[in-house]
């Protein structure tokens, strides 16, 4: 070899290596369902797109909220009816702790009031279970890009109006009634919990639950319990 060769050579090997592309970030999301075979069924759905992982789950609301703020997820896929905290109580303080943390909500029925108050709470999406075996993947692309996605009766282009402006509503808009406190209220009264049960799984004294029922059923110009019973299974807050 030829002293202007061994030189070359000697400068190529000492010559720094191209840069490595860049890895892609994994999209990150957390499932929460209290029933493990539906978390499992969801898990096995998501990770088979390639480019996501499911960092965690959850089981019920309070579990949920930990996860978030300890794994600020880029996407929270969450049951609506769960215990100690339900869907949307979780979906207004996870949007508080952790705002980049998208929330997909995930429910047996459709309701287009409970549909309009997951907006209002924060959700970008609303999708039936029913729907999940050939409409979830689909619902995570439309949220990973920071498009609205809404299932059944509810038109996108009303969902991406609330997203736009959670204050402008149409006239003819049916506004959910109850503060989403107040729904949780109800969820735990009409599923069978006491008062003092009800108290001890929000967090608040009993005395503060026996005045969201009196609150609600005078708002609600409910007669008796079976009216709240009736509300809570109209507007899927408990299952028939």
Same mark, same amino acid.
């Given at each position: 070899?030829?002293?202007?060769?061994?030189?070359t050579a000697?400068? #190529? &090997?000492?010559?720094? *290596?191209?840069?490595r592309?860049? =890895?892609?970030?994994?999209?990150?999301? @957390?499932?929460v369902? /209290?029933?493990?075979?539906?978390r499992?069924?969801?898990?096995?759905?998501?990770e088979?797109?390639?480019g996501?992982?499911?960092?965690? #789950? &959850?089981?019920n609301? *309070?579990?949920?909220?930990?996860? =978030?703020a300890?794994?600020h997820?880029? @996407?929270?896929v969450? /049951?609506?009816?769960m215990?100690?905290k339900?869907?949307?109580?979780?979906?207004r303080?996870a949007r508080?702790q952790s705002?980049?943390?998208?929330?997909?909500?995930l429910?047996?029925h459709?309701?287009?009031e409970?549909a309009?108050e997951?907006?209002?709470?924060?959700?970008r999406g609303?999708?039936?279970?029913?729907?999940?075996?050939?409409e979830?993947l689909?619902?995570?692309?439309?949220?990973q890009?920071?498009?609205?996605?809404?299932?059944?009766?509810l038109?996108s282009?009303?969902?991406?109006s609330?997203?736009?402006?959670?204050?402008?509503?149409?006239s003819?808009?049916t506004?959910?009634?109850?503060?989403?406190?107040?729904?949780e209220?109800?969820?735990?009264?009409?599923?069978?919990?006491?008062?003092k049960?009800a108290?001890?799984?929000i967090?608040?004294?009993?005395?503060?639950v026996?005045?969201h029922?009196?609150?609600?059923m005078?708002?609600?110009?409910?007669?008796?319990?079976?009216?709240?019973?009736r509300f809570a299974?109209?507007?899927?807050?408990?299952q028939?």
């Amino acid at each position: 070899m030829s002293k202007e060769a061994a030189a070359t050579a000697v400068k #190529e &090997a000492r010559a720094p *290596a191209p840069p490595r592309p860049p =890895v892609a970030k994994m999209y990150r999301i @957390l499932v929460v369902d /209290d029933h493990s075979i539906v978390r499992r069924g969801i898990r096995s759905l998501l990770e088979s797109h390639p480019g996501w992982e499911v960092c965690g #789950e &959850a089981s019920n609301g *309070a579990e949920a909220l930990h996860k =978030v703020a300890a794994e600020h997820p880029d @996407l929270m896929v969450l /049951d609506l009816t769960m215990p100690e905290k339900n869907g949307l109580e979780v979906t207004r303080v996870a949007r508080q702790q952790s705002p980049q943390t998208d929330v997909l909500i995930l429910t047996m029925h459709f309701s287009e009031e409970i549909a309009k108050e997951v907006l209002r709470c924060g959700a970008r999406g609303y999708l039936l279970k029913s729907d999940a075996d050939h409409e979830l993947l689909t619902a995570v692309r439309h949220i990973q890009q920071h498009k609205p996605f809404f299932t059944g009766k509810l038109a996108s282009t009303m969902a991406e109006s609330f997203v736009r402006d959670p204050s402008t509503k149409d006239s003819g808009d049916t506004e959910m009634p109850l503060s989403p406190r107040e729904l949780e209220v109800v969820q735990l009264l009409a599923s069978g919990k006491s008062n003092k049960e009800a108290a001890a799984m929000i967090g608040v004294s009993t005395r503060t639950v026996e005045s969201h029922r009196n609150h609600i059923m005078r708002k609600m110009e409910f007669r008796s319990f079976s009216d709240l019973i009736r509300f809570a299974i109209r507007f899927n807050l408990i299952q028939p």
